[in-house]
């Protein structure tokens, strides 16, 4: 009989998955300032759509797997993956906070 648990191919392709939505969004978050060839009011949309998103993914992964590490740095490897936990509360701050901003 199979089971669902961390080893399942899906579930780990979601986490996956969902972390590098949030790698994707700090990248966005973090690097938007030195772009030139934007204009600010783009790049402040861009910045508020990447954390929305953001808050999106950490809500998924609280919903789904619990206590999660929260990263918003870039990181281009897996790395991330591997942070220690936070609490769930922890989580839900961050992502009001990226809903708020």
């Known amino acids: 009989m199979t089971g669902l648990n961390a080893n399942t191919s899906y579930v780990d392709a979601y986490y996956r998955g969902m972390h590098q939505g949030i790698r994707n969004c700090n990248f ?4 938007m ?4 060839a ?6 402040n949309r861009y910045i508020a759509e990447a954390k929305f998103l ?16 929260i990263n918003n740095d870039f990181k281009s490897t897996d790395a991330t993956l591997f942070l220690p ?11 009001y906070k990226d809903f708020q901003d």
Not at 38 to 43: E, V
Not at 54 to 69: C, H, P, Q, S, T
């Open 38 to 43: 934007i204009p600010d009011n783009l790049k």
């Open 54 to 69: 953001r808050g999106f993914f950490y809500f998924e992964l609280v919903k789904n797997f619990g206590d999660d590490a």
């Open 28 to 31: 966005v978050i973090n690097g």
């Open 85 to 95: 936990r936070s609490p769930k509360a922890d989580i839900y701050k961050q992502i």
């Open 33 to 36: 300032a030195s772009v030139k």
